[in-house]
């Protein structure tokens, strides 16, 4: 998965245009469902556009560091911030092996999607 270059400037101007259209600046984050639930809301009632101007003064307000950490990705503005964190390859490999044997529970029916849903995401929380 490749994930693209997030600018905070960018993100800042698009929740800032939120009032005009609500959600922009979720999209632009990655966050699909939130950019929705915006837009529904935006024909409805006026509480995601004070949000998004809200969300505005909040992500001005972080540090080009800290923006790159939240969001994954590098701010183009951010001087000396490392754009990948190295992982441990002995580390993939029991993840790979470990979501390998619980996919297998799942298959057999010993545990239900549900179960298999969250002991996933437990072990990929691990990693991150």
Partial sequence: MVLAQRNRR???TLAWLGVLVPGLH???LGQHRW????LLLGF????SRVACAVEGVIL???SPED??????????TAKGTASA???DPAQVSALGVALRELDTLRQE???????????RRCLLDQVA
Avoid at 44 to 47: F, G, K, L, R, Y
């Fill in 85 to 87: 964190v190295p992982f």
């Fill in 35 to 38: 950019g929705i639930l915006y």
């Fill in 109 to 119: 029916g010993l545990i239900s999607e549900l179960e298999f849903e969250q002991k």
């Fill in 44 to 47: 409805a009632h006026p509480i």
């Fill in 26 to 28: 979720k999209f632009y």
């Fill in 67 to 76: 923006f790159a950490q939240r969001w994954g990705s590098p701010d183009s």
């Fill in 10 to 12: 960018t993100a800042v």
């Fill in 60 to 62: 001005l307000s972080e």
